[in-house]
């Protein structure tokens, strides 16, 4: 049997401006976390690592960075004693002559080549591990599997690619090179090590069951909640594959599902219910969370999302607040619309926008601007 | 209460010096006897917040008359919920008028010379600080409508300047809008108001569309670098196959090339072997030809030199010997002359001495002619002598050399053959045999020479093959042998040559060569377009450097972008609605000042008064008495009417100013004055129905009524000695009060107390 650590889309060095100011603690917990895989490969007892791209998120990565993935594919290596596979993704690929990829360390095996060639092959054990990926460049190539041929050695024949599927949950376009579930599927490879989708998709997912993305190592989006590391693969020469998702030390994002706030009083009373929220959801989870929520129902006060955001912020270090509640839609807003003062005028005049807006968007601005109004005049 | 609410007075202020605690949570009844400070108290709440206008006659008196009788400093510190529910600390020093405001946890509000009448910005300051804490900012509006002062009800008026005073009241309002336009500001440099004046920088959202749109440009830019590798990329690797297949060619050219010119060398070292060979057949027959002539010469010469052999330079000493046999003949010849002139000297010296003679005897004679004879002779025979002597000598020297060119004729005919047989006559002969000698000699001396060269050609030919000293035939055997193998040589490169060179180039050396050249050419060509589109590439690449990043960037800033659009469109809209609802309430403004002053005499003029209107403006409201409508100053009006229909006003007129959001405290110095137990009790109702929303103050000298009313709650007694009487459960128990509390309007049993309970 062959154990493999499939990685992906690390994105040393992202911006990550969904993060806000929490971007560079983020950074520095995604650093640590990377950090941690050549730990993590010794204890699982790992015989080869692959990384299907995007393992820095710019072509020119910071000195750093680039050190740092030096470093650590260096020390996954182990001096040769365990392969280290790796393809550039769109994010960092190898076009540019000074990119990082031309002078990795003799032990890491960097596929720089847009069409699939001769595989990379690694002795494990009384087996053989048969390595095949493509460099991320779709001008020069722009069929991801174009040119794939398994070639009749012993082994396992694993596939290195990074490239988006049409089908993948909430794909919505994308840029680049692109395939479909189909189309990885019906190649004859014993693995697919997918990168650029940033969720986890496990082989149980993907007809066949050769198939998966490891998914981002660390949400790199502020919307990528759930569990994010590495996946680590089982090879068992002619049987499907077995992974499971291992997930990395960085902070998780985590949905708690819609948070119904009709009957809070205040901002902090909508904070504290989704704290209570995270606190059911992340039982399970041994490290730090950040949440993401959205909050429904129909309160009697115009909450205000940025403040209840920062209220979480205070208590998780992050956190994201959509603030989709229906005010409008609240026994007070239709009762303040009753009275003869100016809030009530403001109610009355800012429903009757609402119910006349043309689209969804002016009615969101009409909804938006009446709780500003209210809260302005502070009458609610 | 949706009312700011004074909670208690600390005060030197008139005979004032202690401290009321004011809350209750009905109205505030300030009860005493006359002079026991009552309006002194109130007003002592009032110019604290208000101050006193000194340059005012009537305030400067009453500046004068509230100072503090004990003496000491003339203050008075009130404590006060805001509207935040906030406690204020709020004091007055009245002879500076310093005035400072703070709230419980030491925030200082304001602090310094707040004097009424005065101007500047920090008496503006300080007019916003009470504006926002009670709505109105000058005493002067109160008294008009929230503090209804003893006998200054029948002074109440009703007019449109209400409606003014209520615009002021809707601070909030203008807060709120001051609110949004704010955050509006921290969103766009847009106006809020549609025609307002641009911020002149740019806020998030130009900022974030600034950055979006350079985060754009920059993406474009990495895509164009992007697109723009494609036809690079193809035609690199059409360039990389060119390459590939020049390089195949010259792999094949080279060695052909290569194998070419070892064939022509191969074909040169045959050829040149063949040409030694030649040569060495040729030396070897030239050898033999000169060994034959020299034996030829040598038989020749042997033939020719039977007699002897001529010395080499017999023809010179042919010509030295024609030579001396020409001298000698002419000797002979000079001899034979010199016999015949000696002979004629002898005559002549006769004929002279003869003469001489003659003449010397004619000369003895004295005859000239004599002596011209003897000279004459003697001339002659001088003559004579001198020829005879010359002649002599001649001779003597022509025998000499006749004897020495005989003696050289001996000489040269040493050494030649038969040499006493040569004479003049013989020596033709002997020199056609001599010539004969001689080409004979010359034949063998040339073949002679000629056999040693070619035997230095042999020597050099054998030095040169490396085989010095080798004869000429095995030299002639070696370059035989080196002629076959050099046509073997020759025939294994031409086996070896490729049997197809690419096209239809043809198998030389010229043509391989020159297409070897183009394809170099071609190939330095393609490479050095390889090159120069690497680099295209590599600028291209970098170009494209953080093309993923763009992307995420820009979908991330469109998503902000659109987000703060929306969030600054809201609060534009926010903007516009609270103007236009502000607009349409303000409309209604004058509407709802008559309501609210005709429900206020609905409750208070009952049962005779009722029916307030205003149908033909405010200063012409009207009222219904027992059924007929009369003016507001109608004779028809009793003064105790006219009392509550004022008193009706002012309150209505104070809702009115609470619903504008000027809550200010309600305070009513006596209004029981000139009323009836039974109006009395509809105001006490109406009183504690209006202190359920703001805070009402209301003092009375009548405390029997007030037992009547049932009052007990929120009393703050005086007494003459200045007892003050804390409204607390405790305290109306002490005073042996009752603790019902009043009924509320609005309220289960409000109402219907108010309606039923004093009918």
Same mark, same amino acid.
């Given at each position: 049997m062959i154990r493999i650590l499939h990685v992906s889309d690390v994105h040393l060095g992202a911006p990550l401006s969904g993060f806000g100011q929490h971007a560079a603690d983020r950074r520095r917990s995604i650093r640590s976390a990377f950090r941690q895989l050549p730990e993590l490969a010794d204890r699982l007892e790992i015989h080869a690592v692959v990384v299907a791209g995007d393992l820095f998120d710019n072509q020119l990565p910071d000195r750093a960075d680039a050190d740092l993935a030096r470093e650590v594919l260096r020390s996954l290596a182990d001096g040769g004693r365990r392969g280290v596979f790796v393809i550039p993704g769109n994010h960092d690929r190898c076009s540019t002559p000074d990119s990082p990829w031309h002078t990795m360390p003799d032990e890491i095996e960097v596929i720089l080549e847009p069409r699939f060639g001769a595989p990379r092959s690694l002795e494990v054990g009384d087996t053989w591990l048969h390595v095949y990926g493509v460099a991320y460049d779709p001008v020069a190539e722009p069929d991801p599997l174009a040119g794939y041929v #398994? $070639? +009749?050695a012993e082994g396992s024949h694993v596939v290195l690619l990074h490239a988006g599927m049409s089908d993948n949950p909430g794909w919505h376009g994308g840029h680049g090179l692109r395939t479909t579930s189909q189309a990885v599927a019906a190649?004859? /490879?014993?693995? *697919?090590?997918? @990168?650029?989708?940033h969720a986890c998709r496990l082989p149980t997912e993907f007809a066949g069951g050769r198939a998966c993305y490891a998914g981002s190592f660390a949400a790199v989006r502020a919307t990528e909640t759930g569990p994010h590391g590495v996946v680590v693969v089982e090879l068992e020469a002619g049987g499907v594959p077995a992974a499971r998702l291992v997930p990395s030390s960085t902070p998780m994002l985590i949905d708690p599902g819609d948070v119904d706030v009709s009957d809070v009083g205040s901002d902090l009373e909508a904070a504290e219910r989704v704290? !209570?929220?995270i606190a059911e959801e992340s039982t399970a989870v041994d490290h730090a969370v950040h949440p993401v929520v959205r909050l429904v129902g129909e309160p009697g006060i115009p909450l205000d999302g940025d403040r209840i955001g920062d209220a979480l912020t205070e208590r998780y270090g992050f956190a994201v607040v959509a603030d989709d509640t229906r005010f409008i839609s609240s026994a007070r807003v239709h009762a303040l619309s009753g009275q003869r003062t100016v809030a009530g005028h403001v109610a009355r005049i800012g429903l009757a926008r609402t119910d006349d807006s043309a689209d969804g968007e002016q009615r969101a601005v009409a909804e938006h601007a009446l709780r500003i109004s209210l809260r302005a005049l502070e009458e609610v | 209460m949706s009312s700011p609410t004074i909670l208690g007075i600390d005060l030197r202020f008139g005979r004032h010096a202690d401290s009321f605690e004011l809350e209750a949570e009905g109205p505030v009844v300030i009860s005493g006897p006359n002079g026991s400070g009552k309006t002194t108290l109130v007003d002592a709440i009032l110019r604290t917040i208000y101050g006193f206008r000194r340059r005012r006659t009537g305030d400067a008196a009453l500046f004068e008359a509230r100072r503090p009788w004990s003496g000491g400093s003339y203050s008075a510190s009130i404590r006060v919920r805001d509207l935040a529910g906030d406690v204020l600390s709020w004091s007055r020093d009245f002879d500076t008028d310093e005035v400072c405001v703070r709230t419980a946890d030491g925030t200082l509000l304001f602090e310094g010379v707040a004097n009424p009448g005065g101007a500047g910005p920090t008496v503006e300051r300080y007019r916003d600080v009470v504006r926002s804490v009670f709505g109105l900012d000058d005493l002067d509006d109160c008294d008009r409508t929230t503090t209804i002062r003893q006998g200054a009800l029948l002074d109440t008026t009703f007019d449109g300047d209400l409606l003014t005073l209520a615009e002021g009241g809707h601070a909030r309002v203008q807060a709120a809008l001051d609110a949004i336009e704010a955050a509006h500001k921290e969103l +766009? #440099?847009?106006?809020? =108001? &549609?025609? @307002?004046?641009?911020?002149?920088?740019?806020?998030?959202?130009e900022q974030t569309r600034s950055a979006l749109t350079e985060a754009r440009m920059r993406l474009e830019e990495a895509q164009r670098a992007d697109r723009a590798r494609g036809p690079i990329v193809i035609r690199l690797s059409e360039l990389e196959q060119e390459e590939g297949r020049l390089e195949g060619e010259l792999a094949d050219l080279e060695p052909a090339l290569r194998r070419l010119f070892e064939r022509?060398? !191969?074909?040169? =070292?045959? &050829?040149? /072997? +063949? %040409?030694?060979?030649?040569?060495?057949v040729q030396l070897r027959a030239d050898l033999e030809s000169a060994r034959r002539a020299t034996e030829s !010469?040598?038989? %020749?010469? $042997?033939?020719?030199? =039977?007699?002897g052999e001529y010395p080499d330079d017999f023809r010179g000493t042919a010509a030295d010997l024609r030579s001396a046999w020409k001298r000698r003949a002419d000797l002979d010849r000079q001899l034979a002359t010199t016999r015949a002139g000696a002979a004629w000297g002898v005559w002549v010296g006769g004929a002279g001495a003869a003469v001489l003679a003659t003449g010397t005897i004619l000369a003895t004679r004295g005859s000239i002619v004599g002596w011209i004879v003897g000279l004459l002779g003697a001339t002659l025979g001088i003559t004579a002598l001198v020829r005879e002597v010359v002649v002599r000598r001649e001779r003597a020297a022509a025998l000499a050399e006749r004897a020495e060119i005989d003696a050289s004729v001996v000489a040269l005919l040493d050494g030649v053959p038969d040499s006493g047989t040569v004479t003049p006559a013989t020596l033709p002969d002997r020199l056609d045999v001599f010539e004969q000698q001689d080409e004979a000699r010359r034949r063998l001396a040339a073949s002679g020479s000629q056999v040693g060269v070619i035997a230095e050609r042999i020597r050099d030919a054998a030095d040169a093959a490396g085989t010095p000293g080798r004869s000429i035939v095995h030299l002639e055997s070696d370059a035989r042998q080196r002629l076959i193998e050099t046509e073997a040589a020759l025939t294994r490169i031409d086996r070896a040559l490729p049997e197809s060179l690419p096209g239809d180039l043809a198998c030389e050396t010229e043509s391989v060569e020159s297409a070897i050249e183009a394809a170099r050419v071609r190939l330095q060509e393609v490479r050095g377009e390889r090159e120069r589109l690497a680099l295209e590439l590599a600028g291209s690449a970098r170009a494209m450097v953080g093309i993923a990043g763009l992307e995420d960037e820009c979908e991330l800033l469109e998503r902000r972008v659109e987000e703060l659009r929306r969030s600054a469109e809201a609060h534009r809209a926010a903007h516009r609605l609270v103007r236009e609802a502000y607009a349409e309430f303000r409309e209604q403004d004058e509407a709802r000042l008559v309501e609210a002053v005709a429900k206020r005499v609905r409750l208070l003029g009952r049962p005779v008064l009722a029916g307030f209107r205003a149908d033909e403006g405010l200063s012409a409201a009207t009222v219904k008495l027992e059924g007929r409508r009369v003016a507001l100053d109608s004779p028809e009006l009793s003064f105790g009417q006219r009392h509550l229909l004022k008193l009706a006003i002012r309150l209505g007129t104070a809702d009115f100013l609470g619903v504008a959001g000027l809550a200010t405290p309600l305070v009513v110095d006596e209004p029981f004055a000139h009323l009836d137990d039974r109006n009395s009790a509809q105001v006490w109702q109406l009183? *504690?129905?209006?202190? /359920?929303?703001?805070? *009402?103050i209301v003092t009375t000298q009548d405390s029997p009524l007030l037992r009547r009313l049932g009052v007990s709650t929120g009393i703050v007694e005086l007494a003459d000695e200045q007892h003050e009487r804390r409204a607390t459960p405790e305290t109306r128990n002490v005073l042996g009060l009752s603790t019902a509390e009043p009924a509320v309007a609005g309220q289960p049993g409000g109402d219907r107390a108010l309606d039923g309970g004093m009918e």
């Open positions: #398994r $070639t +009749s190649i004859d /490879a014993d693995y *697919v090590a997918l @990168g650029d989708y704290g !209570a929220r | +766009s #440099r847009q106006p809020v =108001v &549609e025609g @307002g004046r641009r911020l002149n920088r740019d806020r998030q959202l022509a060398t !191969a074909a040169a =070292v045959h &050829e040149a /072997a +063949s %040409e030694r060979l030649d040569r060495l !010469a040598e038989r %020749e010469l $042997t033939r020719r030199a =039977v007699r009183l *504690v129905r209006i202190a /359920a929303e703001r805070q *009402v």
